[in-house]
Each structure stands twice: as C-alpha cells, then as structure tokens.
C-alpha cells in the first residue's frame, strides 16, 4: 500500500462504522469469506451495494456465496480466527482493480486494519 493511502486509513475515523460486507456462505459450520491470492486477500466493503457488485461480476453466488454483513466486533473475531493468516485487507475491492496485471491492491495489512477498526479503548 502506498504511503499515503495508509496515512488516510489512519486518518479516517473508523469508529463511526457500525458495519462492514464481506462475501461469504455458510455450509454446516463456521462461516466461510471469500478471499483472494489463495487467502492472502480479504476483500472487505464499507458498502453492501459495492460487496453485492463484486460478488456479481466473480460469479460467486454461483458458487453459494452471499453478502455478509459483519459488525465491526465479528470482523475482528474474523482476522484473529480462522483468517489469522490473511496477509492484507482489500478495502472497497472492485474487479477492475483486482483484475489489473500486478497491480497493488487498495487496503492495509491485516494488523494496520485491525488497529483501524479497534477503539484504543479496548
């Protein structure tokens, strides 16, 4: 992430976000997300609108995923749990971005993204 794009993150009050989207289905356990670069990615939106079109043009409700709308607390139980190992959080993700050649994906490292969203007070 450019240096700049990480400093507006930072700079931008996440605490006046209640909810976030993610794309994800649930068969017969916990929930599953959609990621991406073999689970190095998660693609994560501030907008339900913006998640469905993403899931849309990835074809993924072809495949029984559906939006996800996570409260700021599920997310974070999401990125210390079973997607530990997701290396980056891709912010309002859009197939035209992702599908570029080597491009870099708007967003922050799952550790810069979790303090984001996380009162300090907790």
């Not at 929930?31 to 990615?41: A, N």
């Not at 309002?92 to 922050?108: C, H, K, Q, R, Y």
């Not at 550790?111 to 996380?118: G, K, N, R, S, V």
Request: glycine share 10%; hydrophobic share 40%.
């Amino acid at each position: 992430m450019l240096t700049g794009q990480r400093e507006a993150y930072r700079r931008s009050s996440s605490l006046s976000r209640s909810f976030w989207w993610l794309v994800a289905r649930n068969v017969n356990g916990p929930l599953e997300v959609l990621t991406l670069d073999g689970g190095d990615t998660l693609p994560v939106f501030s907008g339900e609108d913006e998640a469905e079109l993403f899931s849309w043009l990835k074809g993924a409700r072809e495949h029984g995923w559906e939006v996800h709308e996570a409260s700021t607390e599920e997310l974070a139980s999401v990125l210390w749990g079973l997607y530990q190992g997701v290396g980056l959080v891709a912010l309002d993700l859009s197939i035209e971005i992702f599908d570029g050649d080597n491009a870099e994906l708007p967003g922050l490292n799952r550790e810069d993204f979790l303090e984001w969203i996380i009162p300090r007070s907790l």
